[in-house]
């Protein structure tokens, strides 16, 4: 089992700056991905940012150049930093812990099933 809890979401202006955080405990070692997910109203979930165990980053085309993802293996953490914010980039932003190695295309879909999620923090941007 692993927890997986989210902070860092507020308010803030087109343009902006936020970072999120993300904390995990339980069974760590078995992690081989953290991502950060989003979705808003009317859309689909999101697969925005990804980092594994070794440090690979990967990031959805549209908050490229704009959002880095980094993770501290020894504290058990994951940060978004999320620069230029759009009102696009306004929903409910989740941490996932991932067990299995799969590519993103599969993680992005909208079924894929999560192993472990925290109940979100929502980034609202607007003027």
């Known amino acids: 089992q692993v927890q997986v809890v989210e902070s860092g979401g507020g308010l803030v202006q087109p343009g902006g700056s936020l970072r999120l955080s993300c904390a995990a405990s339980?069974?760590?070692?078995?992690?081989?991905?953290m991502d950060w997910y989003r979705q808003a109203p009317g859309k689909r979930r999101e697969l925005v940012a990804s980092?594994?165990?070794?440090?690979?980053?990967n990031y959805a085309p549209s908050v490229k150049g704009r959002f880095t993802i980094s993770r501290d293996n020894a504290k058990n953490t994951a940060s978004l930093q999320m620069n230029s914010l759009k009102p696009e980039d306004t929903a409910v932003y989740y941490c996932?812990?991932?067990?299995?190695?799969?590519?993103?295309?599969?993680?992005?879909?909208?079924?894929?099933?999560?192993?472990?999620w925290g109940k979100g923090t929502l980034v609202t941007v607007s003027s």
């Open positions: 996932a812990a991932d067990l299995r190695f799969q590519g993103w295309a599969t993680r992005d879909s909208p079924v894929y099933p999560i192993d472990y």
């Open positions: 980092i594994t165990r070794t440090g690979i980053t």
């Open positions: 339980g069974n760590i070692e078995s992690i081989t991905t």
